[in-house]
């Protein structure tokens, strides 16, 4: 049988429904290769070492999606002028996330399982943080700052912290609120 050559997009969407599940460490380049059905040569030709392709998946979703959130809170800043609100700027930071996770993608459901994964991983997670996802948090924190001039630097970030673990708790789907609630809640 003749094994396809596929472009690394194909690569990148195996890849991270692999990474998804089983995280960096659980995943090997022969089981990507097997999965998108080439040769495990082609996955080093395209990304060299398995965190590169780590990487690589990770930042091609998250580029769009910080992008988006960038966009959305300057548009919610600029809308809102003097009215600039803490559930504005939560809403603005928030909503690209919800519409990619909403639809049901698998593709962007294992991007936000993988994201869980990498915000909690502190060996090498919070590097991966800094460099993907800071810039789009330290927004955040400029457009929290002008509706809360007088908090504590601390209390911000303490806010944001719990903010973050709440949402990739919640982007993981593990179904545990699902257990817990008996079906309540989804």
């Given at each position: ?6 472009a ?7 890849a ?69 609100t ?22 962007w ?10 915000n ?10 800094t ?9 955040l ?46």
């Amino acid at each position: 049988a003749s094994v396809q050559v596929l472009a690394p997009e194909p690569l990148l969407d195996h890849a991270e429904a692999l990474f998804a599940l089983h995280g960096l460490h659980g995943v090997t380049v022969r089981e990507v290769a097997r999965s998108a059905a080439v040769d495990p040569a082609l996955v080093h030709y395209y990304f060299e070492t398995k965190q590169r392709l780590f990487d690589d998946v990770f930042e091609r979703r998250a580029r769009v999606v910080n992008d988006e959130r960038m966009s959305s809170m300057d548009d919610y800043a600029r809308e809102a002028g003097d009215r600039i609100t803490i559930e504005g700027c939560i809403q603005a930071f928030l909503e690209p996330i919800w519409r990619h996770s909403f639809p049901n993608d698998p593709h962007w459901n294992n991007y936000f399982r993988m994201l869980a994964l990498v915000n909690n991983t502190p060996e090498w997670g919070g590097a991966m943080m800094t460099r993907h996802v800071d810039v789009v948090i330290n927004r955040l924190s400029v457009l929290l700052r002008k509706c809360m001039p007088h908090a504590a630097d601390a209390v911000l970030y303490w806010c944001y912290h719990f903010l973050s673990g709440a949402l990739t708790l919640s982007l993981s789907r593990t179904g545990r609120i699902d257990r817990l609630s008996g079906g309540i809640c989804s």
